[in-house]
Structure formats: structure tokens, C-alpha cells
């Protein structure tokens, strides 16, 4: 019997890549089509040094010539001023309501409860609402796409609309994507959200257009603390390789194996 198309999918899309059009796409790949498991196994977790990261790749064969980028977030210099938060919105175009980085602020009290905010994904600062002498300790935790490198969103998309770069970014061809929104439910992280201008799904792109140029993405660029670090893992002497080498980090949620490129210098173990 047939079914009317999820909400956000054209029944008669423009054509695509190659001039076969998503419709004719899916019906070739047909309804009996099987979607990846959301398990990622093979990958050790990149938490600790950049050696680690070439050593993956060299055991997964993959080719270490050009840039392969990752970011890392300092906890104790975030101040959460949230300017990170209002440059990406800036830059990217992303609606109101929505965010492809966002800061949480924890809040660790005396009596043992953790409390998590982030109004209006802290692009406007964070109140200070609690009396200090409830606060055992009180941090923010930047958050944004882990750019995996075993994804479960790419893992689960139907027609190859999101994808990892030779450059290790993990991005969504907004032309090819049918809007079934799987990779939104996929995320671990919660990381993507619904574009209901672009009708896709959305994500944090680490400012690719501007990392193409040489450039450092937006929310890195305006920190004023230096709380975020970008740069080529493969270029040993880059801000992020040095920062890796310095530094003892660890990534969000390392049982899943999804071979992370955001890690964390810091990171309590409250955070989810």
C-alpha cells in the first residue's frame, strides 16, 4: 500500500547528481533497503594524543596526505560568554531557535545534584541563579558535531546525503538530502537538527567554506579565551597537534567507538 512522504520530502525532487533524481534513487535502492546497524566498531578512540589518531589511520589504510582536521575544547577557559554560539549563528544562517554549537552550563551542588543549562543554547550569557553557597563547582561544557570518524549518521542515511571528507569533516549535501531526518535520530550527540527553511537536516560544518580559505571557523576565531583549538592532525606543529600533545583529553560518550574529532581537556564526568 502506498504511503504518503515524510514531512520535508518533495514527492517530485529536482534532479540530483549524475541527472537521476532522488525519487528515481530510492525507488532503485527500493523500501527493502538495509540501513547500517548504529554500532561502530574497528576504531580505537581518539582521546589522547595525535599519534594515536595517525596510528588509526595507518591501520585502517587510510591515506595520511592532506589535512585531516579536529577540534579541541579547553573546559577550564570557557568562560561561556556564548559569542562562540553567536558567530556560528551568524555565519551559517542557522534559524532562530536552532544552533550548530551551543555551550551547557553544569552545576554541581553540595548536596550531590547536577544541574544542566543552556538558554537559548547560552548565546546570551548564563545567569547566575544559585546561590554560591549551594555550588560545590559549576563549569560549561561547549558542545557541537563530533565530526566522527565512524559515524552513525552516515551510517543510517538512506542515499549517501551525509558524508565524511577526505579532510575528516562530516557534512550533509543539502541537495541530495530527502529529509527522512534518520541521521537526527542517529546522532549520539545530538548535534543535528531539523532546517525547516532548508527543509534538511542540519549540522555543524566546523565552518568548512572557511577552513577551505585557510581561514579558522568562526566560533574558534572569536573566542576570547582560546577555549577552542582547530587545526590539521596531520601537521604535526598545527595548534590542535600541539594542543593534543600537550594536554590529557578524552571525547564524549567513548563506549560508542565512533572515532571522535572533538575532545575535550577537563571533561568531568557529569557530562553527557
Same mark, same amino acid.
Given at each position: 500500500?502506498?504511503h504518503?512522504?515524510?514531512? *520535508? +520530502? ?13 525519487a528515481?534513487?530510492?525507488k532503485?535502492?527500493?523500501?527493502s ?8 566498531a ?5 582521546n589522547? +594524543?595525535?599519534?594515536?589518531l595517525?596510528?588509526e ?9 592532506g589535512?585531516?582536521?579536529a577540534?579541541a ?12 554560539? +553567536?558567530?556560528?549563528?551568524?555565519e551559517?544562517?542557522v ?19 547536577v544541574?544542566?543549562?543552556s538558554p537559548? !543554547? ?6 547566575d ?14 558542545k ?15 542515499v549517501?546525503?551525509?558524508?565524511l571528507t577526505?579532510?575528516g ?13 534518520y541521521?537526527?535520530?542517529a546522532?549520539?550527540? !545530538?548535534?543535528r ?16 567554506h572557511?577552513?577551505?580559505k ?5 566560533? +574558534?576565531?572569536?573566542?576570547?579565551? !582560546?577555549?577552542?583549538?582547530? *587545526?590539521?592532525?596531520?601537521?604535526p ?11 590529557a ?6 563506549h560508542?567507538?565512533? *572515532? ?5 581537556? !577537563?571533561?568531568?564526568k557529569?557530562?553527557v
Amino acid at each position: 500500500m502506498p504511503h504518503d512522504p515524510p514531512d *520535508g +520530502v518533495n514527492p517530485n525532487p529536482p534532479q540530483g547528481p549524475n541527472d537521476v533524481s532522488r525519487a528515481e534513487f530510492l525507488k532503485g535502492v527500493g523500501r527493502s533497503a538495509v540501513l547500517i546497524g548504529l554500532g561502530a566498531a574497528g576504531y580505537a578512540t581518539w582521546n589522547r +594524543v595525535t599519534s594515536k589518531l595517525a596510528r588509526e589511520r595507518e591501520l585502517t589504510k587510510r591515506p595520511s596526505q592532506g589535512p585531516w582536521y579536529a577540534m579541541a575544547v579547553d573546559i577550564e577557559k570557557c568562560i561561556g560568554c556564548g559569542r562562540c554560539v +553567536v558567530a556560528c549563528s551568524k555565519e551559517n544562517n542557522v534559524p532562530e531557535g536552532h544552533f550548530r554549537t551551543w555551550i551547557e552550563k553544569y552545576v554541581i551542588t553540595k548536596d550531590g545534584r547536577v544541574l544542566i543549562s543552556s538558554p537559548n !543554547g547560552g548565546m546570551d550569557g548564563f545567569s547566575d541563579d544559585m546561590p554560591e553557597s549551594d555550588i560545590e563547582r559549576a563549569f560549561f561544557v561547549p558542545k557541537l558535531c563530533n565530526h566522527c570518524e565512524t559515524s552513525p549518521c552516515t551510517q543510517v542515511c538512506p542515499v549517501g546525503a551525509t558524508f565524511l571528507t577526505d579532510d575528516g569533516v562530516v557534512l550533509v549535501d543539502y541537495e541530495w538530502c530527502v529529509g527522512c531526518r534518520y541521521c537526527i535520530q542517529a546522532c549520539p550527540y !545530538g548535534s543535528r537538527f531539523w532546517n525547516r527553511t532548508k527543509r534538511t537536516a542540519d549540522k555543524c560544518t566546523m565552518c568548512f567554506h572557511r577552513i577551505q580559505k585557510g581561514l579558522q571557523p568562526a566560533c +574558534v576565531e572569536v573566542c576570547p579565551t !582560546g577555549a577552542r583549538i582547530f *587545526g590539521d592532525t596531520n601537521d604535526p606543529e598545527s595548534p590542535i597537534s600541539v594542543f593534543m600533545r600537550e594536554n590529557a583529553t578524552m571525547t564524549l560518550k567513548p563506549h560508542l567507538r565512533t *572515532g571522535a574529532k572533538l575532545a575535550y581537556k !577537563g571533561l568531568s564526568k557529569e557530562v553527557v
